[in-house]
């Protein structure tokens, strides 16, 4: 079954917050220690409420539950894209970041990147997504590795 795409909408917040939080501790877990993972897996509500109506955000929706999110930021980066643990390898992941790529190129942009985690690496490479760099990022204490990744539109 394909997932349903629609836009977010305010009553989603806990929903997109437990799809978060289910996602880095039970998926990222492969490939981040435990205290990486504590520091991490961490969302303010206010917080998130905000960033969430502050940018296009999209659900992908499986019998109609939320089983992942994603987002796109005015300059073209996509700061969140997670998948319910349970609901992975269904082509949700997919149909998220081409609603985003769909969006990306009806604003012209010409260049979307994201900061993958080394678990989203391989998602996104499949995707057509480069790697510009590697990065260290300092979280509550915890250093993380994830990878600064772009992909660039063909001139239309």
Known sequence: MQPVIRRYEAADLDAVMSVFLRSVREVA????????????????RDVWARRRLDRPTWVALIDDVIAGFSDLESNGHIDMLFVDPARQRRGVASALLDTVENAARLQRLAIIDTDASITARPFFEKHGFQVVRSQEVALRGQRLTNFRMEKRFSAV
């Not at 877990?29 to 303010?44: F, L, M, T, V």
């Open 29 to 44: 877990s492969r490939d981040y220690d435990a205290g990486q993972i504590a520091a991490w897996a961490q969302a303010d």
